[in-house]
């Protein structure tokens, strides 16, 4: 018998994780600084959840100058999208 939460995914046990999934599924990216505004963490915090969802290649980062300012974007990739969606849909099922 399969238990009503094996289709939770371990990585977005992190509400910073399952923070940065939530706005980059609903925009086209956004910058480390927004990121960061927005879920209210420290820089060190934040890039540490970046990272491992970098790695797993749930998302993907794209440097880039404005002005002479250096600017990290992150955006959702295909599998982060699909993976996000299925944890999200077994939460729903879970609360029915």
Do not use: W
């Amino acid at each position: 018998m399969t238990s009503i939460i094996s289709n939770l995914n371990k990585v977005f046990d992190s509400r910073i994780r399952l923070g940065i999934m939530s706005v980059l599924s609903v925009n086209e990216g956004a910058d480390f600084n927004t990121l960061k505004e927005l879920l209210e963490i420290t820089d060190g915090n934040l890039a540490s959840h970046l990272k491992a969802l970098e790695n797993i290649h749930y998302i993907q980062s794209r440097k880039q100058f404005i002005g002479r300012k250096p600017n990290t974007k992150y955006e959702i990739t295909e599998l982060g999208r699909n993976c996000f969606k299925e944890h999200l849909d077994a939460l729903e099922k879970l609360m029915n």
